[in-house]
């Protein structure tokens, strides 16, 4: 069964630096997105993209945050200059027909 | 903003009989619901959806009930297994848009 794939599954970083999370959304899905989840706390919406371009974004999503579908199958998403508070498990999600289905998640780490 | 209430943290049930999640939501433009299960440090698992038109959706031992005029719904499982412990999310979206996470309810299903 076709899934959502995501690299790295942990990346640990400094305050200040560049990441880059990456996702593999599912081949025929037309729509996706990033979540983020802070440890105890539930799932957030970050972003969503569709037809190459951002098609909603929270308040959490801000000048730092960015994403790019840069070829026909990576999906990824870029915080230029990791806040200590950044630190979450990310999620990438897909859909086609309004399920969406999620990655296995990146747990960003920043010192 | 709370649009989407799981009140219930955790639940335990017996190995064999029914779990019941319950969901309340605020938001009438919500027109699709999904139920998601999750694992520490994994990605949300789709279990089973169900539309607005509908008010019953059944899928093996997962059925999921919606009343709008309430705005609730409500997950059953039956019969429980000790497998299905983890922590359940009920979320909601309007149709290919971000999906809106309740906090979780934790089922523990005692062998």
């Known amino acids: 069964e076709p899934e959502v794939t995501q690299t790295p599954s942990h990346q640990v970083t400094q305050m200040g630096q560049e990441v880059i999370l990456r996702c593999v959304p599912i081949?025929?899905?037309?729509?996706f997105y990033w979540y983020r989840q802070i440890l105890g706390q539930k799932v957030e919406f970050l972003v969503s993209?569709?037809?190459?371009?951002?098609?909603?974004k929270s308040e959490i999503f801000d000048d730092q945050f960015s994403v790019e579908r840069p070829d026909g199958s990576n999906f990824t998403l870029k915080i230029r200059s990791t806040k200590l508070e950044d630190s979450a498990m990310y999620f990438c999600?897909?859909?086609?027909?309004?399920?969406?289905?999620f990655g296995p998640g990146t747990r960003l780490l920043v010192l | 903003d709370q649009q989407v209430k799981q009140n219930s943290p955790s639940l335990s049930v017996q190995e064999g009989r029914i779990s019941i999640l319950n969901c309340d939501y605020t938001?009438?433009?919500?027109?699709?619901f999904l139920w998601y299960k999750k694992y520490p440090a994994e990605g949300p698992t789709f279990l089973i959806s169900?539309?607005?038109?509908?008010d019953k959706n059944e899928d093996g031992r997962f059925t999921v009930f919606l009343n709008k005029s309430a705005k609730h719904l409500s997950l059953h499982i039956v019969p429980s297994q000790p497998g299905d412990s983890a922590v359940y999310f009920c979320?909601?979206?309007?149709?290919?848009?971000?999906?809106?996470f309740g906090t979780g309810t934790k089922l523990q299903v005692i062998p």
């Open positions: 999600a897909s859909d086609r027909e309004e399920t969406q289905y």
């Open positions: 081949s025929n899905h037309l729509y």
């Open positions: 993209f569709y037809n190459n371009e951002i098609s909603e």
């Open positions: 938001n009438s433009m919500f027109d699709y």
């Open positions: 169900i539309s607005s038109i509908k």
């Open positions: 979320a909601a979206t309007g149709g290919y848009q971000k999906v809106t």
